[in-house]
C-alpha cells in the first residue's frame, strides 16, 4: 500500500503564491502518475494538474499558467507551485497517485486565498 501526505497548505491573500507537496511511501511500488485535485465546499472534486513519471504535465484551463506541477522521482515527491491566486482557487487539495498495482489519496490540505 502506498501512503501519500500533503503539506504546503495554508492561508494566503489574493495574488499570492503556496507551494504544495505530496510525499508517497510504501514498500516495492512503481508509480506511473500523479496529480492534484481540488474540492471547493458544496462542488464536485476536480482535477488541477497531473503529471506522468516521464515528466508529460496535463493542467486544468483554469489554472493554465498560473500553476506549475512538478516532481522529484527520486525523493517520491510531486510539488504544486501556485502563484497569482485567487479566491476561487480556494478549495481542500487531494494528492493522487496511481501505479500498476495501486491507486492512493492523500488526505487532503486546506488552500485558503483571502480577497
Known amino acids: 500500500q502506498v501512503q501519500l501526505v500533503e503539506s504546503g497548505g495554508g492561508l494566503v491573500q489574493a495574488g499570492g503564491s503556496l507551494r504544495l507537496s505530496c510525499l508517497a511511501s510504501g514498500s516495492s511500488f512503481t508509480i506511473n502518475a500523479m496529480g492534484w485535485f481540488r474540492q471547493a465546499p458544496g462542488k464536485q472534486r476536480e482535477l488541477v494538474a497531473t503529471i506522468t513519471s516521464g515528466g508529460i504535465t496535463n493542467y486544468a484551463g483554469s489554472v493554465k499558467g498560473r500553476f506549475t506541477i512538478s516532481r522529484d522521482n527520486a525523493k517520491n515527491t510531486m510539488y504544486l507551485q501556485m502563484n497569482s491566486l485567487k479566491p476561487e482557487d480556494t478549495a481542500v487539495y487531494y494528492c493522487?497517485?496511481?501505479?500498476?498495482?495501486?491507486?492512493?489519496w492523500g488526505q487532503g490540505i486546506q488552500v485558503t486565498v483571502s480577497s
Open positions: 493522487h497517485a496511481f501505479g500498476p498495482t495501486f491507486g492512493s
